[in-house]
């Protein structure tokens, strides 16, 4: 089973400011397998990035993923006041247990 | 609307049972699996249950693994969890959610707001 560990815990930053996730897996994965979602609580899950880098239907241009390998990172270039959240990462290669991160709680400074 | 719909959730007492429901609205489930997945208060997110679009297989989390059950019924576009022998650590939000194969990428693109499940005496 792959772990994810996200980093860091909590990010503090201003409306405007860019804001720089980190997921770290266990062992080597497929980009294809590495997914980013923003949850705010009472909420729904929401998907922003499939496949480490495909913005998902939806998303603006301000989120974008990059990674490979063990190391995969999201940026929001641009903070918007709807997304400060919590994000997680997710692996999911067809075979069970999908697995997810422990989240990063993105906060307003 | 494009929507899953979660319901069921309520407080129960350890050792009992209940029944969560996914209904879909704006979409067809038929041609989907769809996940069950959970978060316990102040925690993040667990995978707990998987049912592929036929029903022909079913996936567990270990930690449910012969005590919930996952189905479903494709003519009332409606996915189940039956929860037995329910503990206190139980106790978290419960999401549904679809799943997506595209080209070798798996994904869950649609989720439900979740149904609140508490497990106490």
């Known amino acids: 089973e792959i772990v994810l560990t996200q980093s860091p815990g909590t990010l503090s930053l201003f409306p405007g400011e860019r804001a720089t996730l980190s997921c770290r897996a266990s062992?080597?994965?497929?980009?294809?397998?590495l997914n980013w979602y923003h949850h705010k609580p009472g909420q729904a899950p929401r998907l922003l990035i499939y496949?480490?880098?495909s913005r998902a239907t939806g998303i603006p241009d301000r989120f974008s993923g990059s990674g490979s390998g063990t190391d995969f990172t999201l940026t929001i270039s641009r903070l918007e006041p709807e997304d400060f959240a919590v994000y997680y990462c997710?692996?999911?290669?067809?075979?069970?247990?999908?697995?997810f991160g422990g989240g990063t709680k993105v906060e307003i400074k | 609307q494009v929507q899953l719909v979660e319901s069921g959730g309520g407080v129960v007492q350890p050792g009992r049972s209940l029944r969560l429901s996914c209904a879909a609205s704006?979409?067809?489930?038929?041609?989907?699996?769809i996940h069950w997945v959970r978060q316990a208060p102040g925690k993040g997110l667990e995978w707990v249950a998987f049912?592929?679009?036929?029903?022909?297989?079913?996936n567990y989390a270990d930690s449910v693994k012969g005590r919930f059950t996952i189905s479903r019924d494709n003519s009332k576009n409606t996915v189940y969890l039956q929860m037995n022998s329910l503990r206190a650590e139980a106790t978290a939000v419960y999401f549904c959610?679809?799943?997506?194969?595209?080209?070798?990428?798996?994904?869950?693109?649609?989720w439900g707001q979740g149904t609140l499940v508490t497990v106490s005496s």
């Open positions: 959610a679809r799943d997506i194969w595209d080209s070798g990428r798996y994904y869950t693109d649609i």
């Open positions: 704006g979409l067809t489930l038929r041609n989907h699996g």
């Open positions: 049912i592929q679009n036929d029903g022909g297989r079913e």
């Open positions: 062992q080597s994965i497929s980009s294809n397998h």
């Open positions: 496949g480490a880098s």
């Open positions: 997710q692996h999911y290669d067809s075979s069970l247990p999908l697995t």
